[in-house]
C-alpha cells in the first residue's frame, strides 16, 4: 500500500468519482477498483472483481452505489451497466475448501490481488475498499468504505456481489434444505436453522466456529467430500 500521493486532495463534496478524477489529474490514470462479496459468508465461495471505468460521462454509470445498499433489482441493473461501460472488468472465485485452507483474510488478500492482475488494461493506480492489499504491480489506496465513496471501487463491489449472488442462487438448485437462494450463505437465524438440522454441507466452511458446532453435534470430524473440479 502506498499513501495518497502528494499534492492529491479529494473534497468531501467531490461525490462518487472524486478519487479516479484526482488522481487521473495527477497522471495516475487508468485508476481500478477492486473489491469482494463473502468474506463474512460461512458457506459458499469468496468472490473478488476488480473494474476500470472510462473517464468523462461514459464512466458515470446510472444508480451505481455501494451494491450492499442496493435492492438485487437495482444491483443486476448496475451490474449490466458497469460490464457494458467498463474499459476493463475481472472476476476471482475462491471455493470453499481454499478459504479454509489458507484462511479468510489471506483468502481475501489472495483474490483482491489475482483480479487486478487479471485486469486487461494495467491500472496505473488501485483503490481498495477499507484496508491495503500488498503485491499489487501498481500503487494503492486503501479506502474507507470505498465501494461508497469511489465509482470503481463500487463498480467492482456490484460485480463481485452479483456474481456470488447467482453462484449460491444455483447451488440452491443442488442443496435445496439450506435455502441458499435466501440467505447467500451469509449467517441468518434460517441459515443456523437449516445448519443445525442438516449439518453442514459439502459448500460449508470450516474455519467457521458456527459451522464446526454443528459438525461436532453430528460426530463429523471433517468436512464432506467436496466434488472434483471439471477438467
Avoid: Q
Avoid at 133 to 159: E, F, T, Y
Wanted: net charge positive; aromatic share 6%; with cysteine.
Amino acid at each position: 500500500m502506498t499513501a495518497r500521493p502528494r499534492g492529491v486532495t479529494i473534497r468531501r463534496d467531490a461525490g462518487l468519482y472524486g478519487y479516479e478524477r484526482a488522481l487521473r489529474r495527477h497522471g495516475l490514470g487508468p485508476v481500478a477498483g477492486v473489491d469482494e462479496a463473502g468474506r463474512g459468508a460461512c458457506a459458499g465461495p469468496l468472490v473478488a472483481a476488480a473494474a476500470i471505468l472510462p473517464e468523462g460521462r461514459s464512466g458515470v454509470v446510472p444508480g451505481l452505489a455501494d451494491s450492499k445498499l442496493l435492492t438485487a433489482r437495482a444491483r443486476e441493473r448496475a451490474y449490466d451497466e458497469v460490464l457494458r461501460r467498463a474499459l476493463a472488468w475481472s472476476v476471482v472465485v475462491v471455493e470453499p475448501g481454499d478459504c479454509d485452507r489458507m484462511g479468510m483474510h489471506v483468502a481475501n488478500v489472495e483474490a483482491l490481488r489475482r483480479a487486478v492482475a487479471r485486469l486487461t488494461i494495467a491500472p496505473s493506480y488501485v483503490l481498495s475498499d477499507g484496508f491495503a492489499v500488498d503485491g499489487l504491480r501498481a500503487p494503492s489506496l486503501a479506502v474507507w468504505k470505498g465501494d461508497r465513496v469511489a465509482g470503481c471501487v463500487a463498480a467492482a463491489s456490484v460485480i463481485a456481489k452479483v456474481t456470488r449472488d447467482r453462484i449460491m442462487t444455483a447451488h440452491h438448485e443442488e442443496h435445496p434444505a439450506y435455502r441458499f437462494d435466501v440467505h447467500k450463505g451469509y449467517i441468518t437465524p434460517l441459515h443456523e436453522e437449516r445448519l443445525t438440522a442438516h449439518g453442514p454441507s459439502v459448500l460449508h466452511r470450516w474455519c467457521f466456529v458456527n459451522v464446526r458446532r454443528a459438525a461436532a453435534a453430528r460426530s463429523l470430524e471433517s468436512p464432506p467430500a467436496r466434488p472434483a473440479p471439471p477438467a
